[in-house]
């Protein structure tokens, strides 16, 4: 638990060289005057001082946060110390999706208000699920080895054609962006029955018959997303986007 005294003081030593200053440092430095702290700001300014403070304290790391004579640690350390919430980077979460989806659901509805002076119409739905098919890809193309690995723990194709993972964010990236157009129908619509027919399989098969536990590879390959009923919806979506586009226009 904190210090709840009047007199809240931290010494800081954190690194802080003419190349290069440590944003966990920052970060620290930050949260404990927003804490109420008097930080004692200590500038670790060479690699010989940096060298030297973690040999003389025993630690692995820098920045080191030191209250009331007692070594704190980093700044996840500090943050458990001051009772603020810590993320479990192994722990499964749906934030990057529910990030993703609430920003393309906005946009697409500003861009119908902006268009049409309303914020609901088919047009603000397609713009939505357009939109979100190209985010999806830009995330995947972030990192395509990252992406086509965990793909392959999946996805049916990909597991009898591994190029196939190469390929998969180019097609959703090229039949986004045609949707989000509304134009060349004839290649957006097969284009996205293939994949997100495929997709829907794997994932149904994977989840639901096969019931392993993995994580999905939706928002790129460095994720801990799991997969399961989101990811099979992303691609019920994109089939229902790619039937729509070709019978209702």
């Known amino acids: 638990m904190a210090n709840q005294g009047s007199n809240k003081e931290a010494t800081l030593y954190r690194m ?4 290069h200053s440590c944003p966990f440092g920052l970060k620290t430095l930050d949260l404990l ?24 304290h025993d630690v692995k790391t820098t920045p080191q946060t030191f209250i009331n004579g007692q070594r704190i640690g980093g700044y996840e350390d500090v943050r458990k110390f001051l009772g603020k919430k810590v993320r479990d980077k192994s ?12 920003l393309t659901a906005l946009t697409a509805l500003v861009l119908n208000y902006s268009i049409y002076g309303s914020l609901i119409s088919v047009q603000a739905v397609e713009w939505f699920i357009a939109l979100s098919m190209v985010v999806l890809a830009l995330l995947k193309l972030q990192d ?11 996805d049916l194709l ?25 134009i060349l129908n004839w290649i957006s ?27 999905c590879a939706c928002v790129g390959g460095n994720n ?10 992303e691609n ?11 019978f209702g226009h």
């Open 16 to 19: 802080m060289t003419p190349k």
């Open 236 to 246: 019920l979506m994109m089939i229902g986007m790619a039937l729509w586009m070709w």
């Open 91 to 102: 722990k499964p979460t749906y934030r990057p999706v529910i990030a993703l989806f609430s």
């Open 224 to 233: 801990n997303v799991p997969l399961g009923f989101i990811s099979l919806t």
């Open 144 to 154: 395509i080895e990252a992406f086509s690995t965990m793909f392959l723990n999946y």
């Open 158 to 182: 990909a597991k009898r054609w591994v190029p196939y993972g190469y390929i998969y964010p180019f097609g959703e990236a090229l039949a986004g962006i045609l949707m989000v157009g509304g």
């Open 189 to 215: 619509v097969p284009v996205a029955l293939f994949i997100a027919g495929i997709g829907a399989v794997s994932v149904f098969k994977a989840v639901y018959i096969d019931k392993r536990e993995l994580k």
């Open 33 to 56: 005057k927003r804490e109420g702290y008097e930080v004692e700001d200590h500038h670790l300014e060479s690699r010989e001082d940096i060298d030297a403070f973690k040999q003389k």
